[in-house]
């Protein structure tokens, strides 16, 4: 280990959380009590209900520490679960870190991580309530946990869809997912060579949407500032076909979607050329965009389609129909969920 | 692979949860929406709060498959979240489960884990109502987060013992962490006898504490009927001094604890005793006892001392007089944390 960096063992277990928690404040009337007792407590106001989520990270397997700062890891571990409570119509409130460090982490590396949940935590007016950190026998492992709240009735669950309804998008898909195949093609392309420049020039943004995502605070505030109540909702996690898979499954329902009007930036198009990649598989399979499916009842068509970057990709059908994508020629594929598999 | 096991790539992450949830059924009314969509949906009645607790286990660091079995390990990775929330004087309601499975586990030993996690659901009352599952390049991790309720207000923290309260223990101290000497001794002992039989008799119950602890659920409930409200309580789980000096630091208090108050079951004595080990020092700083350590005011004397299985073994005092161990000498030993370090 650098001789510049502090061993985690110097400090223990409860020094390390000490060091690491002092950075953060709260900002929540309802966090009662946060980092510090056997559990945390939050308050609920009365017109309130808690959503709950938890995702875990895993070196090797959803990062590759070559070419992800522990920063933006931090940053995307808190940003990943915020993208599921908005999907529920909510807002976080408090996370909770849990992480399993191995010998080659220094203490300096594991503030970084927490300097990247602490941007995200302050930019989304969340509370870091509490967690767990152990060592690991190898690599890193992070697991956060969300609390949100919700208006009382008002969560937006996947099994509300009805036939007929709006399917709409926010932002747009597949960069994420190209942004990953850049940026392994150049961890390839440096292997052993020490004087080695990725080439990331005018692909800035697909980076980012892999190494940096952003949760849809905004679309749930503009949905709500609108009057729309979608009927359905989710992130888009694992990607477009396996959401809409999702909700249709869980509401009884087909859908149509059609090629032409899924939101693709020039970026993920000038990639997935380059790359000799099919495009279209990209979009509907990449995962990691973050953005929000969601589907609207279709008297909601005009106001929806005034929204700033949100698309109408598409409709629900009756179950019978069953789940396609509509070709720019006509052609009806079936959907197939082939999200990210980690197994 | 045994050939009579089942690939975990061979259901997919979605089959995998599907086959283990759905054994899984929900008993709290409060639990409003489980496993299935983007987040859990929890209400709070109004007259409540949440208590939220996380712990993450780790494999060879935490548990040792040797000698653990996966029902065991379910059963005590959702135990140790739930001590943390009657700790707070809460109850348990819902948890979230991450696992990280390497190639080497089955969809059999999965499901052995759960059968634990179900086990310690069904008789704690508990919902499971989320979780993530992933691949892990070496071994296996565990993160468990717990969702419970506590009345508004009357949360118990550490910070709250105040002079001349007495210090009260449930159950007896030491014996998980004998146990695990014990479990360990004889797996040293089996090193590439394949005919090795392990050596238990008369040592059920530290094994039984090691295995497969329990949560003083009962110890909330006999507290409340007697009308005594802890002004401090902690689980014990890093070992006795641990937590003692945790209360008086959070308390800016003392404390003076008595050497033969402290309650140590026999076979843990025999234990310590037949491997050469200081008694004392396993009952203080042993960890894993999931016992309740909590301070009354003195006013509470009698009343506390009827609890069946509940010792007074001390009391606290103003913050100069230091924490101390009163040997059955008279003599005062300072009270250090040696509680478990992974690091």
Redesign the interface.
């Known amino acids: 280990m650098d001789e510049k960096l502090t061993e985690?063992?110097s400090l223990?277990?409860f020094g390390l959380i000490d060091r690491i928690t002092k950075e953060f404040t709260n900002r929540n009337v309802t966090t009662?009590?946060s980092v510090?007792?056997?559990?945390?407590?939050?308050?609920?106001p009365?017109d309130?209900?808690?959503?709950?989520?938890?995702?875990?990270l895993?070196?090797?397997?959803?990062f590759d520490l070559t070419y992800v700062p522990l920063k933006h890891l931090g940053y995307k571990s808190a940003i990943v679960n915020f993208s599921?409570?908005y999907?529920?119509g909510?807002q976080p409130r408090?996370i909770?870190v849990?992480?399993?460090i191995s010998s080659r982490f220094a203490v300096e590396h594991i503030e970084q991580l927490y300097q990247g949940i602490k941007t995200a935590c302050d930019i989304y007016g969340v509370d870091l309530?509490?967690?767990?950190t152990?060592?690991?026998?190898?690599?890193l492992?992070i697991?956060v946990?969300?609390?949100?709240a919700?208006k009382k009735g008002k969560?937006i669950?996947?099994d509300g869809a009805k036939d007929t309804d709006l399917i709409c998008v926010s932002g747009d898909l597949g960069a994420a997912y190209m942004g990953l195949q850049l940026l392994e093609r150049e961890k390839a392309a440096s292997a052993g060579r020490k004087d080695f420049v990725p080439q990331f020039g005018g692909k800035e943004y697909i980076v980012e949407r892999q190494l940096k995502p952003e949760a849809r605070r905004d679309v749930v505030a503009m949905l709500e500032e609108a009057g729309i109540h979608p009927t359905s909702?989710?992130?888009v996690s694992d990607g477009l076909s396996s959401e809409l898979l999702h909700i249709c499954h869980?509401s009884h329902t087909g859908c149509r979607v059609y090629e032409d009007r899924i939101p693709i930036d020039y970026q993920t198009a000038v990639m997935a050329e380059e790359l000799g990649m099919n495009l279209v598989t990209a979009a509907l399979n990449g995962g990691e965009d973050y953005e929000l499916l969601f589907t609207v009842p279709l008297t909601d068509h005009d106001r929806v389609e005034k929204l700033k970057g949100i698309k109408i990709i598409g409709h629900i059908t009756k179950e019978d129909m069953g789940c396609a994508l509509v070709t720019r020629d006509g052609t009806e594929m079936t959907l197939k969920a082939q999200g990210f598999?980690?197994?």
Chains 1, 2 share one sequence.
């Open positions: 985690i063992s223990g277990e009662l009590k510090g007792d056997d559990a945390a407590v939050i308050a609920c009365e309130e209900e808690i959503v709950v989520t938890t995702d875990m895993v070196e090797g397997v959803h599921d409570i999907a529920m909510g408090q909770t849990s992480l399993a309530v509490g967690g767990d152990t060592a690991s026998r190898s690599g492992v697991s946990t969300c609390i949100g919700v969560a669950y996947r909702m989710m992130d869980d598999t980690h197994y």
